[in-house]
C-alpha cells in the first residue's frame, strides 16, 4: 500500500488544478481517474469560456484568480493556452432583464469587476448584425475570455507531474474507509492508497464517492448540449449570453474562439437529469432558432459536430467546498454547475491552502459560503 498526503478522486477541471497547488506547496498528492486520462469527463465538453462576473463573492474570487493564471500561462510556462480576452456581455431585452443585469451590476462594481453597461450602438459595434429590436443595452465585462479546456487541462496536468504529483488512470474507486481519525484508505479495482487527506472532485459521481462514507451529497447532474462551426475570420468579440426563458430553454451562449469557431451551448427547460452523453436530433434545430432569430449573420455557417456534457448541479447553482463536520480530513471540491472549468485554477490554489493550513481571512469566508452545512436556500442570479 502506497501512503500519500493527499488523494484526489477525479482528474478533471478541479481535479487536476488542485494536483498542481498541491505540488507547488511540496504535498504528495495522487489522483485516481476511471477514465484514460486528464479531463476525459465534462472538461473535454466545456465551451471554454472564463468569466469572473458573478454575483457571488466567492465565485469573483476565484474566477479572478482562475483568468489570472490562464491568461499569464503561456508567459510563465510557455505553454499555449488559446486565452483571449474577448469578454462576456449579456444584452437585454426586456425591462426586467435590463433592471436585474444592472442591479448585478451594482453588486460586481462593490466588489471591483471592471463591468459596465454599454448602448445598443456600443454593443453593436461589439457584436455587428446583433438583432436591435427592442434591445435595451448590455452588460459588457472586457477582462473576462476564454481558452482551450485541452489545451489547459494538459499543460496542468504536465507541470503537476513535473512537480512530482502522480496520476492513476483507467482505475475505478469501490470503496473508501475511514481510519481514526484523520485518515483515509482508498481501494481501487487495481490497488490499494492511503493519505491523511482525502478530496472528493468527482463531478458526476461526487454523490456516489460521498455514498462511500455516508455523506449525503446533494449534487445531480443534469444534461447540455453543445456544437461547433468550422472556423471563419473573426467577426464578433465577446460571449453573448441570452438570459431569455422560453418554454423549452432557459438560455443559451455562444462566441468566437481563438481558431474562428462559433462555440454555442444552450440550457434545456426543464434540466434533463442524469448522465446521458448521446447527442440528440433536438438540440441544434432548437439551439439555431434562438441563435439566428438574436444574430442572423450566423446562418451561413457550418455545424461541424455536437456533443452531450453534464453540469454538477447543486440547488443553489453554487459548488460545495471545504471541510465537513462528519470527517476531519475529508474535503469536498464538487457541483460546480457547469463552471468547474472558470474556477478550477482558482480552486485549486484555495484547497492547497486548506491542506497546508494558511488560510486567510477571505478563504475562509469563501469557504463558509461554499460549506455543505448552507441552507441552499439562496440561487446564485447567474448561475
Same mark, same amino acid.
Given at each position: 500500500?502506497?501512503?500519500?498526503?493527499?488523494?484526489?478522486?477525479?482528474?478533471g477541471?478541479?481535479?487536476v %488544478?488542485?494536483?498542481?497547488? *498541491?505540488?507547488?506547496?511540496?504535498?504528495?498528492?495522487?489522483?485516481?481517474?476511471?477514465?484514460?486520462s486528464? !479531463?476525459?469527463?465534462?472538461?473535454?465538453?466545456?465551451?471554454?469560456?472564463?468569466?469572473? @462576473?458573478?454575483?457571488?463573492?466567492?465565485?469573483?474570487?476565484?474566477?479572478?484568480?482562475?483568468?489570472?493564471?490562464?491568461? /499569464?500561462?503561456?508567459?510563465?510556462?510557455g505553454?499555449?493556452?488559446?486565452?483571449?480576452?474577448?469578454?462576456?456581455?449579456?444584452?437585454?431585452?426586456?425591462?426586467?432583464?435590463?433592471?436585474?443585469?444592472?442591479?448585478?451590476?451594482?453588486?460586481?462594481?462593490? #466588489?471591483?469587476?471592471?463591468?459596465?453597461?454599454?448602448?445598443?450602438?456600443?454593443?453593436?459595434?461589439?457584436?455587428? !448584425?446583433i $438583432?436591435?429590436? !427592442?434591445?435595451? +443595452?448590455? @452588460?459588457?465585462?472586457?477582462?473576462?475570455?476564454?481558452?482551450? %479546456?485541452?489545451?489547459?487541462?494538459?499543460?496542468?496536468?504536465r507541470?503537476?507531474?513535473?512537480l512530482?504529483?502522480?496520476?492513476?488512470? /483507467?482505475?475505478t474507486?469501490?470503496?473508501?474507509k475511514?481510519?481514526?481519525?484523520?485518515?483515509?484508505?482508498v481501494?481501487?479495482?487495481? +490497488?490499494?492508497?492511503?493519505?491523511? #487527506?482525502?478530496? =472528493? $472532485?468527482? +463531478?458526476?459521481? $461526487?454523490?456516489?464517492?460521498?455514498?462511500?462514507?455516508?455523506?449525503d451529497?446533494?449534487?445531480?447532474?443534469? =444534461?447540455?448540449?453543445?456544437?461547433?462551426?468550422?472556423?471563419?475570420?473573426?467577426?464578433?468579440? %465577446?460571449?453573448?449570453?441570452?438570459?431569455?426563458?422560453?418554454?423549452?430553454?432557459?438560455?443559451?451562449?455562444?462566441y468566437?474562439? #481563438?481558431?474562428?469557431q462559433?462555440?454555442?451551448?444552450?440550457?434545456?427547460?426543464?434540466?434533463?437529469?442524469?448522465?446521458?452523453?448521446?447527442?440528440?436530433?433536438?438540440?441544434?434545430?432548437?439551439?439555431?432558432?434562438?441563435? *439566428?432569430? *438574436?444574430?442572423?449573420?450566423?446562418?451561413?455557417?457550418?455545424?461541424?459536430?455536437?456533443?452531450?456534457?453534464q453540469?454538477?448541479?447543486t440547488?443553489?447553482?453554487?459548488?460545495i *467546498? +471545504?471541510?465537513?463536520?462528519?470527517?476531519?480530513?475529508?474535503?469536498?471540491?464538487?457541483?460546480?454547475?457547469?463552471?468547474?472549468?472558470?474556477?478550477?485554477? !482558482?480552486?485549486?490554489?484555495?484547497?492547497a491552502?486548506?491542506?497546508?493550513?494558511?488560510?486567510?481571512?477571505?478563504?475562509?469566508?469563501?469557504?463558509?459560503g461554499?460549506?455543505? #452545512?448552507?441552507d441552499?436556500?439562496?440561487?446564485? $442570479?447567474?448561475?
Amino acid at each position: 500500500m502506497k501512503n500519500y498526503d493527499v488523494i484526489i478522486i477525479g482528474a478533471g477541471s478541479v481535479g487536476v %488544478p488542485t494536483a498542481l497547488a *498541491l505540488a507547488e506547496s511540496k504535498v504528495k498528492a495522487l489522483v485516481i481517474d476511471s477514465l484514460a486520462s486528464s !479531463g476525459q469527463g465534462n472538461n473535454k465538453k466545456a465551451i471554454g469560456g472564463l468569466r469572473a @462576473t458573478h454575483s457571488d463573492i466567492g465565485k469573483i474570487k476565484l474566477g479572478l484568480r482562475s483568468i489570472e493564471i490562464i491568461s /499569464n500561462w503561456k508567459e510563465n510556462y510557455g505553454d499555449e493556452l488559446q486565452w483571449i480576452s474577448n469578454g462576456y456581455s449579456f444584452p437585454a431585452y426586456t425591462d426586467e432583464d435590463e433592471k436585474k443585469l444592472k442591479d448585478i451590476m451594482k453588486i460586481q462594481h462593490s #466588489y471591483g469587476l471592471n463591468i459596465k453597461w454599454i448602448s445598443p450602438e456600443e454593443y453593436a459595434e461589439l457584436v455587428p !448584425g446583433i $438583432a436591435m429590436t !427592442g434591445l435595451r +443595452g448590455s @452588460t459588457y465585462s472586457p477582462e473576462d475570455g476564454s481558452a482551450s %479546456p485541452l489545451l489547459t487541462i494538459t499543460a496542468l496536468h504536465r507541470r503537476a507531474e513535473e512537480l512530482g504529483a502522480e496520476f492513476r488512470f /483507467n482505475e475505478t474507486v469501490t470503496s473508501i474507509k475511514a481510519i481514526g481519525d484523520n485518515e483515509f484508505r482508498v481501494v481501487t479495482d487495481k +490497488g490499494e492508497y492511503q493519505s491523511e #487527506y482525502l478530496i =472528493n $472532485a468527482a +463531478g458526476n459521481h $461526487a454523490s456516489e464517492i460521498g455514498k462511500m462514507l455516508n455523506l449525503d451529497l446533494p449534487v445531480r447532474p443534469d =444534461n447540455h448540449e453543445a456544437g461547433i462551426t468550422e472556423p471563419v475570420k473573426r467577426f464578433f468579440g %465577446p460571449m453573448v449570453v441570452d438570459i431569455r426563458s422560453t418554454d423549452d430553454s432557459e438560455n443559451f451562449y455562444f462566441y468566437q474562439n #481563438y481558431e474562428g469557431q462559433v462555440i454555442f451551448c444552450l440550457t434545456p427547460k426543464p434540466p434533463i437529469w442524469g448522465i446521458d452523453n448521446d447527442s440528440t436530433s433536438v438540440f441544434l434545430p432548437q439551439i439555431t432558432k434562438r441563435m *439566428l432569430t *438574436l444574430y442572423p449573420r450566423l446562418s451561413n455557417l457550418k455545424v461541424r459536430r455536437t456533443w452531450r456534457g453534464q453540469y454538477p448541479m447543486t440547488q443553489d447553482g453554487s459548488p460545495i *467546498l +471545504g471541510l465537513t463536520e462528519k470527517y476531519q480530513n475529508y474535503i469536498n471540491a464538487i457541483g460546480f454547475c457547469g463552471q468547474g472549468y472558470m474556477l478550477g485554477p !482558482g480552486v485549486g490554489e484555495l484547497l492547497a491552502r486548506l491542506v497546508t493550513k494558511s488560510l486567510s481571512k477571505e478563504d475562509e469566508e469563501i469557504l463558509s459560503g461554499f460549506s455543505l #452545512y448552507r441552507d441552499f436556500s439562496s440561487t446564485e $442570479a447567474l448561475k
